[in-house]
């Protein structure tokens, strides 16, 4: 009987363990009604300077349904990023010119119409309508007029419905030369070159709406597939292996990268947050981040990748469900 107790509560640390795994630096809070950062800092003890620096956000207002990312008191990235000195927070720099009624921002590099919309607490159709934008493409250092609406109900209303069409959205891509990354690949690879003993083994690392299929997209090879879906969805690993790469990388935003063996490996991108870390072993169907718009993306989706030899293979070939997605 004793050693029966033993062996439950050796399988219920292992359990937890597991549950925890990649978790321990923070976590995801939705925004609901009545919520102000004042009141969040002090319902997990942190302040609301911490809170606006993890979250680029320059102002204090809040949309229902927005999620904010709150670290842990011990975040590895305070001492990764040394923006903690002499126990005082170090304030995030936004190229801003205050201007009456508002103030004007200059783009930055890797900026999009979804993050800065998100750091200045107000919507994608809001800065496209102030600027009289026609599409979601911006530039480096072109300045745009931000402003500052009401909170009332009314205006709430708005906001919300403006949200639930910018999240489905479709991503657009701009025309001009895109940085390159470690894992860039200028030729696609034949799906021929798939070890055939594991097709039809990898599963689909999340459902939604097939945005961009791969092949040529604006006068170059888009590498993956592009799947819509909430932000903070889960993304699951498509087959069994090892974490060689977790972090962030330009127009990929928050990225994972498993390695699978016989030169196979699958790419995540543009998550709101990663779950695992580098060196980790997942299991097929293992949660591993989840679904955000980091990176070079205009709306929250997952860009899913499938390599051979480091090229790029239509994962449509390989996962059947792909081919069953609703698409935009």
């Known amino acids: 009987m004793k050693q029966k107790l033993i062996l439950f509560i050796i399988v219920l640390l292992l359990s937890a363990c597991s549950f925890n795994k990649g978790r321990s630096e923070g976590f995801i809070y939705v925004v609901k009604s009545g919520d102000t950062l004042s009141k969040i800092s002090s319902q997990y003890n942190i302040s609301v300077s911490t809170i606006k620096y993890y979250n680029d956000k320059y102002y204090d207002d809040l949309i229902i349904g927005e999620r904010l990312f709150i670290p842990l008191p011990d975040h590895e990235l305070a001492q990764k990023e040394n923006i903690i000195k002499d126990n005082k927070l170090v304030e995030k720099e936004f190229k801003t010119i205050k201007v009456k009624d508002g103030l004007v921002y200059r783009v930055q590099s890797g900026d999009n119409l979804y993050r800065i919309s998100r750091n200045f607490g107000i919507t994608v159709s809001q800065i496209k309508d102030l600027n009289s934008l026609d599409s979601d493409l911006i530039s480096i250092d072109q300045e745009l007029y931000i402003k500052k609406f009401d909170s009332k109900k009314t205006q709430k209303k708005k906001i919300e419905v403006a949200e639930k069409r910018d999240k489905i959205a479709e991503p657009k891509v701009s025309k001009s030369k895109a940085p390159a990354t470690p894992y860039t690949s200028p030729n696609a690879g034949e799906a021929t070159s798939f070890p055939q003993e594991w097709k039809d083994a990898f599963l689909l690392p999340v459902s939604g709406r097939l945005s961009s299929p791969f092949g040529m997209r604006g006068g170059r090879l888009h590498k993956g597939v592009d799947i819509t879906a909430p932000p903070g969805t889960e993304i699951k ?56 718009s980091t990176g070079k993306s205009s709306g929250p989706h997952l860009h899913f990748e499938i390599r051979v030899a480091n090229k790029p293979i239509d994962p449509a070939k390989i996962i059947s469900e792909i081919n069953l997605l609703q698409k935009i």
């Open 237 to 292: 690993v498509a087959f069994s292996g090892t974490v060689t790469y977790t972090g962030f990388l330009r127009d990929y935003g928050n990225v994972i990268i498993v390695e699978h063996g016989k030169e196979v490996v699958t790419v995540y991108a543009h998550n709101e947050i990663n779950l695992v870390k580098k060196s980790d072993k997942v299991n097929k169907g293992d949660v591993i981040a989840r679904l955000g």
